[in-house]
């Protein structure tokens, strides 16, 4: 019976904890991927995405707590059925993108013919087959994310990490890496994605858990989540000043309900319907004027700020600067 119960999970984490000194990077957290589903780990730069991946794969030692992957607690056996996609490329900027698959196949035992084959297949399958001979570091930065991608999977793991698949890269190449991982779970890949991109998660993820200051602040499947914010109702406001420098004054006038600011927009967030007249109207006496008024029903976005209280914005601007 025991046994059956490990059996549905690809990955397992108990209590799981990561510290530098004094610095408490991934703070026991617990939470389990099933078998065959796409778990999205959703959270700012900083928040201990990429460190939870690598306690999980065994790329760094943890602190306290434990890990299971494929029913497997051996870094060494983990590694066998796992496919990893870094943030940043590890392929040789040397070496043509048939040689980098090539060679990637080969460090998982994988004979000459085979690989080749399977290399030539991923080149296509990627449209990626006209720069098969260029050279890596040639590669546009969408490029080189699908053939890391591609390297990642070239011996058709059980279970794939990816962190941040689509980070800085042009919008055609995103979308393709998005059907790409739809693809591959559709296949039977079990898939754990980092993303600070809310609507990526909202696309391909069965189950998100949102992760601020190395904790696990929220976990439900997707689904769910909006189902929960579909309860209420958010008003959105368009203004020709910036709103941030009355934004003391206006939760002061606004005490009761959750708002966000950003720039030029407030978003109001609602449990029943009420006329936006009233609220144009308080925002005329504060000397604000509203150039568009509109009714919103919630999106993931709206789930994650609702219950992390980030500024999706400011998260996006320094996502670039690096992850712990």
């Keep these: ?7 549905k999970y690809a990955i397992e984490a108990n209590n799981l904890t990561k510290k ?12 389990q991927v099933r078998k065959n589903e796409i778990f999205g780990f959703l959270g700012p730069n900083g928040a201990g995405k990429t460190t939870t991946i690598n306690m999980l794969i065994g790329l760094s030692n943890i602190t306290s707590g434990s890990r299971r992957v494929n029913n497997q607690t051996a870094k060494e056996k ?27 196949a080969s460090l998982y035992g994988i004979n000459k013919k085979t690989r080749e084959k399977r290399a030539a297949e991923l080149l296509q399958q990627f449209d990626l087959s006209p720069a098969a001979e260029r050279k890596f570091g040639a590669y546009s930065k ?13 011996h058709r793991p059980q279970i794939l990490f990816l962190d941040e698949p689509t980070t ?13 991982i739809a693809e591959l779970n559709q296949n039977g890949s079990t898939i754990f994605l980092t993303t ?16 601020v200051n190395g904790k696990i602040k929220h ?24 709103a941030l420098q009355k934004k ?72 670039e600067e690096g992850e712990i």
Excluded: W
């Design 1 to 7: 019976m025991a046994q059956n119960k490990k059996q």
């Design 20 to 31: 530098y000194g004094n610095l408490t990077a991934v703070d026991n957290i617990s939470f």
């Design 78 to 104: 983990i590694q066998q059925s796992i496919g990893v996609v870094p943030s940043e490329s590890n392929l040789y900027p040397e070496l043509t993108g048939f040689e980098n698959l090539c060679f990637a």
């Design 142 to 154: 969408g490029m080189k994310r699908k053939l890391t991608l591609a390297a990642g999977i070239i």
């Design 168 to 180: 800085g890269v042009d919008v055609k190449s995103a979308r393709q890496i998005r059907r790409l």
């Design 196 to 211: 600070h991109y809310i609507e990526e998660a909202e696309r391909l993820c069965d189950r998100v858990a949102f992760l």
């Design 219 to 242: 976990l439900d499947t997707t689904a769910k989540l909006l189902n929960d914010a579909q309860e209420g109702e958010i008003l959105e406001f368009l203004t020709d000043t910036d």
């Design 248 to 319: 003391n004054k206006i939760k002061k006038k606004l005490a009761g309900y959750e708002v966000e600011f950003s720039a030029n927009k407030i978003k109001i967030y609602l449990k029943k319907e009420l006329a936006i007249k009233q609220f144009i109207d308080l925002f005329s006496e504060l000397g604000i004027e509203i150039y568009e008024a509109k009714l919103l029903k919630p999106t993931l976005e709206d789930v994650f700020v609702k219950i992390t209280d980030i500024d999706l914005e400011e998260m996006q601007n320094n996502q």
